[in-house]
């Protein structure tokens, strides 16, 4: 029988995603910008699970932090982008902003063409669909791409993480040593 043998791959094309994304090679992948937003009060281990995910994915990624003054946040938006900071710099292709308004309308004036969410659980689902019709609603052209973290952060989230160090208990294991020390100074925990 005769086996018909499919056409070596031929450039720009690379088995290898990464490969496409060579300056030297010329070709370029329709989507290149992707945003991960979030009001990120605090950035936990499970966001930068997110992220690491997203670097991979794209050429460019922005971690867009939103005011969110609805959702009464613990930290400033400044203090909430410089506790991400150090943990971004491993990542050479990843860069943050603050956002206020419409995340589309940020989409749309930095030429973004994906928005990240992360989907930790079934929970997530609803609100996240909802989201993601409601922007594609605004502007068909942004795609929402859903991508999920490690399992071992189904359970994590800010709000647990803060209602654990309002106590003073430990959260070295949902979040970053700068982000630890800086919910200790927030609730006046020693050692
Ligand atoms: N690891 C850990 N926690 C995670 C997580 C992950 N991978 N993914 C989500 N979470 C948690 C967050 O910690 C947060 O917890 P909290 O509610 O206890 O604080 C919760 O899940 C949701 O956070 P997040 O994913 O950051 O969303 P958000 O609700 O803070 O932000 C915006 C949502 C800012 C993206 C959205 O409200 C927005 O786009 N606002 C702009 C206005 C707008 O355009 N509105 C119309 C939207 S259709």
């Not at 932090?65 to 491993?90: I, S, W, Y």
């Amino acid at each position: 029988m005769a086996i018909m043998e499919l056409p070596p791959a031929t450039p720009p094309f690379s088995a290898f995603p990464r490969a496409n994304f060579l300056p030297s090679c010329g070709f370029r992948p329709a989507m290149q910008h992707c945003v991960y937003p979030g009001t990120f009060d605090p950035i936990t281990y499970g966001h930068l699970d997110v992220l690491e995910r997203a670097a991979k994915l794209f050429a460019r990624v922005t971690v867009a932090v939103a005011d969110n003054p609805d959702k009464g946040p613990l930290f400033t938006t400044a203090q909430r982008l410089e506790m991400l900071r150090p943990n971004l710099a491993k990542f050479p292709n990843v860069t943050v902003t603050p956002f206020s308004g419409l995340l589309i309308d940020f989409c749309v004036e930095h030429k973004i063409d994906a928005i990240i969410r992360g989907l930790r659980a079934l929970s997530d689902f609803e609100f996240e669909f909802n989201m993601a019709l409601m922007n594609r609603h605004l502007k068909p052209e942004v795609e929402t791409i859903f991508v999920m973290p490690n399992e071992q952060f189904s359970y994590t989230s800010s709000s647990l993480v803060k209602q654990v160090a309002k106590y003073c208990g430990d959260v070295s294991h949902f979040v970053p040593p700068n982000v630890a020390t800086a919910l200790k100074k927030a609730y006046g925990c020693t050692g």
